[in-house]
């Protein structure tokens, strides 16, 4: 079982900065990726970023220039550096990664911290 922790959320002006933390209870490395998403009101959840066990990250082309997926290996912690936020990132951010459970790619879920920013 991983367990992952997500802070950091809270209200921001547009243009202000965020940084999202998600904390596994586990060691990043024996994951095969973690990642962000987000859901807004009434939209599906939707990809913001990952970064593998490699270190290769991806984007949203939402996101892209604005958004900073990073992680450390000594905390455990994947991090989501968000700045230049516009109200059209407001949701709940919610960490996920996969690990190998014998032979499936099993995901886990972060509980979700909110992101409102205001106009």
């Known amino acids: 079982q991983v367990q992952l922790v997500e802070s950091g959320g809270g209200l921001v002006q547009a243009g202000g900065s965020l940084r999202l933390s998600c904390a596994a209870s586990?060691?990043?490395?024996?994951?095969?990726?973690m990642g962000w998403y987000r859901q807004a009101p009434g939209k599906q959840r939707e990809l913001v970023a990952t970064i593998t066990s490699s270190g290769n990250t991806n984007y949203a082309d939402s996101v892209k220039g604005r958004f900073t997926i990073s992680r450390d290996s000594a905390k455990n912690t994947a991090y989501l550096q968000m700045n230049s936020l516009k109200p059209e990132d407001t949701g709940v951010y919610y960490c996920r990664t996969e690990r190998w459970v014998g032979l499936t790619r099993t995901p886990y879920w972060g509980q979700g911290t909110q992101v409102t920013v205001s106009s």
């Open positions: 586990v060691n990043i490395f024996t994951l095969i990726a």
